[in-house]
């Protein structure tokens, strides 16, 4: 089985850090609106595939508003912990990262009724200037992470030489990394947001099938945004940023409908118990 992942929050605060955003724009009731909106559809989707899924909520996200993440865990999905705020770690300090992680995971406990082991990077934001990162998750009581993009061809995240399957890090911490192929002696992701929007679905699908064959589950993301049908449209932004930010969204809901009909997804949760890296609950 596949992991299937959401990484929950808005489109404007996802993109803070990559370009100018209007600051009407990243007000927290017009963002909770879009997320509210976009998880609905997201929700339904899932339950009439009967898919479950792992949900990274933002700390933030449990505090403005807690009854998404109670009723995405009364629907039977994982909740896992994607920080407090969007911000990339290997901006942060790591006391206060493991500070703040330690508290958005409580608050995610608290609300969703369920135990939080797993955490996703803004970003996939563990990269070799942070991975300081992976003792201070351990610390803060998780189990998992699953933020390594263990490729070389973005200009944001990646560690090129890390593993490309599940594995036990240094700190103990169990590590799910997002999926790559290897193609020519590079390791070409495919793993679900913008590489799902771009390539034909058939492609994800066989990739998808190429690395089951090969015995490594993929693990797969996706945003609200990239599904439901709430996206601010960002002044300015050159054609180049409103390909890579906008592209093919408007058809995530069907093309994610197509995909989920034609390879099996479970929880992360689900994946690492499968594969003998956590206890079944
Ligand atoms: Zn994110």
Not at 5 to 34: C, K, Q, W, Y
Not at 93 to 112: G, H, K, M, N, T
Not at 195 to 206: A, G, K, N, Q, S
Request: aromatic share 10%; with cysteine.
């Amino acid at each position: 089985m596949n992991a299937l992942t959401v990484d929950v929050e808005g489109f404007a605060e996802s993109n803070e850090e990559s370009f100018t955003i209007p600051p009407a724009l990243l007000d927290s009731s017009s963002r909770d609106r879009e997320v509210a909106r976009n998880m609905r559809v997201v929700l339904d989707l899932l339950a009439s595939t009967g898919t479950h899924a792992t949900f990274f909520f933002l700390g933030r996200i449990a505090r403005d508003d807690p009854g998404i993440v109670r009723e995405t865990a009364a629907a039977g999905h994982e909740i896992g912990c994607h920080g407090e705020e969007h911000r990339r770690i290997y901006n942060l300090a790591p006391a206060a990262f493991e500070q703040a992680v330690r508290e958005a995971r409580q608050r995610l406990e608290d609300v969703s009724g369920q135990p939080v082991l797993g955490f996703r990077a803004p970003d996939f934001s563990i990269t070799k200037a942070s991975v300081w990162a992976l003792d201070a998750l351990r610390s803060a009581g998780f189990a998992y992470d699953s933020s390594i993009y263990p490729t070389a061809l973005h200009d944001v995240y990646g560690i090129a030489d890390s593993p490309r399957g599940i594995h036990r890090t240094a700190s103990g911490l169990i590590e799910f990394p997002l999926s790559t192929v290897s193609l020519l002696g590079r390791a070409i992701p495919f793993g679900g947001g913008g590489y799902f929007r771009l390539y034909p679905v058939m492609l994800t699908e066989l990739l998808i099938r190429r690395e089951n064959a090969a015995g490594r589950p993929c693990m797969f993301y996706i945003h609200p945004y990239e599904v439901g049908p709430e996206r601010p449209m960002i002044p300015g932004l050159s054609p180049m940023r409103r390909f890579r930010h906008y592209y093919n969204c408007s058809a995530g809901s069907a093309r994610l409908r197509r995909i989920l009909r034609r390879v099996s997804f479970c929880p992360a949760r689900q994946a690492l118990s499968e594969r003998g890296f956590l206890e079944t609950r």
